[in-house]
């Protein structure tokens, strides 16, 4: 079977869950699955993914500060 088509077993999945949940390690992690070019198809697919809901959650993030930091300024006039 081809290296980037072989099938992601359970227990490499829950190491896979693991390492994504340190601090830091989780992100570089992330970052060499999805681009590295020996990773399975699957798992590049999961963390561009979750590398993609990431970036969701940071824009969504700095949109709420931007408008509740906007409407504390006004409201402190």
Known sequence: MDGNNQHVSVGNWMLTLFLVGLPLVGI?????????????????N???ATLLWALIAIVLYLLVIVVFGAAFVALSR
């Open 46 to 48: 999961w963390a561009k």
């Open 28 to 44: 570089i992690l992330l970052f060499v699955w999805a681009f590295g070019s020996n990773t399975p198809v699957s798992k590049a």
